[in-house]
């Protein structure tokens, strides 16, 4: 039989499971301590956990469709999607290690890598967000233990042409990590180009209703697979069955939630990128935009992330095409199902290497509403910059 479509698959976990009469979804199961029916038996985890911390049964069917979705031999569930990122770093780097990552990397990423794991003898090297796969590979060094990928990356979308970085790391002996939380693990599969890890935050996509917190780690390699179980067990790291639950269920719909988001992104993308204020859509999945040509080639959908760069502008005219918008929130995160808006430029500062945009950068989160809503809505942010830029040319500073 070939193989099932990622949206059959994500169902027929669900049905499969089990025997006889039985719910469609598994028990929320709150449990700290677990009994056994006999002393000889309390040591064997052939029948279930032994200990809460091992993960009850809906941690479990999580587990089991996440790895069948990334094509994993494990997948691990983390308290969040940053410590997705950070747990592979523990276990795979000792002190004099290094690692290779682009200067765009994610926001907290980034400082655990300057705080964290520079404290303890683990220095970084950051390339530029735009760097050639040879100016990426020129910086591996002999002291390069992992490359940490993410591509896209994060508020000004890069895309690394990662088969060919991964076909070069492992002939030097270099591991390398995938941040995929843009491709939720449905429009990329990291693990079959050759990635060793590949990591995303659950909070985004596959949570999917901004209601919880959580990462995974996918690996297929065993003993880098003996590496990872063996840090979260021995920091104590954990997930609530609750959690489990909520991200299990947001799991089922999530190839249906992520195309239509991209649809409707796409939709306000081609309506942005030919408005006077707009200078440029950072959108790979957009033709002309960062990105659009690797994205072709590498991925088969995306986050509905737009950066948006403004002609000019500042703070204050970023402010109020914020204010003026009645359906996008102001807030961090993405992959609900909600519209999210937030003024990136600031963001910028802590780059070695700082882009060159012509004005204000915006970050949109296309949600799930109407997008010929959603689009009404942003002409009346444009209208509030234009008041704003016209005022300005009136009564100069
Ligand atoms: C949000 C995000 C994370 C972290 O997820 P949290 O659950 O919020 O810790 C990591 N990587 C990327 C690319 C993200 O967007």
């Given at each position: 039989?070939?193989?099932?479509?990622?949206?059959?698959?994500?169902?027929?976990?669900?049905?499969?499971?089990?025997?006889?009469?039985?719910?469609?979804?598994?028990?929320?199961?709150?449990?700290?301590?677990?009994?056994?029916?006999?002393?000889?038996?309390?040591?064997?985890?052939?029948?279930?956990?032994?200990?809460?911390?091992?993960?009850?049964?809906?941690?479990?069917?999580?587990?089991?469709?996440?790895?069948?979705?990334?094509?994993?031999?494990?997948?691990?569930?983390?308290?969040?999607?940053?410590?997705?990122?950070?747990?592979?770093?523990?276990?795979?780097?000792?002190?004099?290690?290094?690692?290779?990552?682009?200067?765009?990397?994610?926001?907290?990423?980034?400082?655990?890598?300057?705080?964290?794991?520079?404290?303890?003898?683990?220095?970084?090297?950051f390339h530029p967000a735009d760097s050639s796969t040879a100016d990426i590979l020129a910086l591996c060094a002999e002291r390069t233990r992992v490359l940490l990928i993410e591509s896209p990356s994060s508020l000004t979308f890069e895309i690394v042409d990662m088969p060919a970085l991964t076909a070069a790391c492992r002939t030097r002996g270099v591991l390398t990590v995938m941040d995929n939380t843009w491709a939720a693990g449905l429009a990329l599969r990291p693990l079959e180009h050759g990635v060793d890890v590949s990591v995303q935050a659950i909070t985004k996509y596959v949570a999917g209703h901004s209601d919880l917190l959580m990462g995974a780690v996918a690996v297929q390699d065993c003993e880098v697979a003996r590496a990872i179980l063996h840090t979260i067990e021995d920091m104590g790291w954990h997930v609530s069955p609750d959690d489990a639950w909520l991200a299990l269920r947001g799991l089922r719909t999530l190839p249906l939630r992520y195309n239509e988001a991209l649809k409707s992104a796409l939709l306000v993308a081609e309506w942005l990128q030919i408005q006077p204020e707009v200078e440029r859509v950072l959108f790979p999945p957009l033709?002309?935009?960062?990105?659009?040509?690797?994205?072709?080639?590498?991925?088969?959908?995306?986050?509905?992330?737009?950066?948006?760069?403004?002609?000019?502008?500042?703070?204050?005219?970023?402010?109020?095409?914020?204010?003026?918008?009645?359906?996008?929130?102001?807030?961090?995160?993405?992959?609900?199902?909600?519209?999210?808006?937030?003024?990136?430029?600031?963001?910028?500062?802590?780059?070695?290497?700082?882009?060159?945009?012509?004005?204000?950068?915006?970050?949109?989160?296309?949600?799930?509403?109407?997008?010929?809503?959603?689009?009404?809505?942003?002409?009346?942010?444009?209208?509030?910059?234009?008041?704003?830029?016209?005022?300005?040319?009136?009564?100069?500073?």
């Open positions: 039989m070939p193989r099932l479509s990622d949206r059959t698959r994500l169902i027929a976990s669900a049905t499969r499971r089990g025997e006889g009469r039985r719910p469609v979804n598994p028990p929320i199961e709150r449990a700290s301590t677990m009994l056994s029916d006999d002393p000889a038996s309390m040591q064997d985890a052939t029948p279930g956990p032994i200990y809460g911390l091992d993960g009850t049964s809906a941690a479990r069917e999580l587990r089991t469709a996440l790895a069948d979705l990334e094509g994993a031999s494990e997948a691990f569930l983390v308290p969040s999607g940053l410590a997705a990122v950070t747990v592979p770093l523990l276990a795979l780097l000792r002190p004099g290690d290094e690692v290779v990552t682009s200067d765009a990397i994610y926001g907290p990423t980034r400082r655990f890598l300057t705080r964290h794991l520079a404290a303890r003898g683990i220095a970084t090297r033709p002309g935009s960062v990105g659009h040509d690797l994205w072709r080639r590498d991925y088969s959908g995306g986050a509905a992330l737009l950066g948006v760069v403004m002609k000019g502008g500042d703070k204050a005219s970023a402010h109020a095409l914020m204010s003026a918008l009645d359906l996008f929130g102001m807030g961090y995160s993405w992959g609900g199902f909600e519209s999210l808006i937030t003024h990136e430029t600031p963001q910028l500062a802590h780059r070695l290497y700082k882009p060159d945009l012509p004005g204000q950068l915006l970050r949109l989160h296309i949600g799930l509403e109407d997008p010929a809503d959603l689009i009404a809505d942003l002409e009346n942010g444009l209208e509030a910059w234009r008041a704003l830029q016209d005022s300005n040319l009136q009564h100069p500073a």
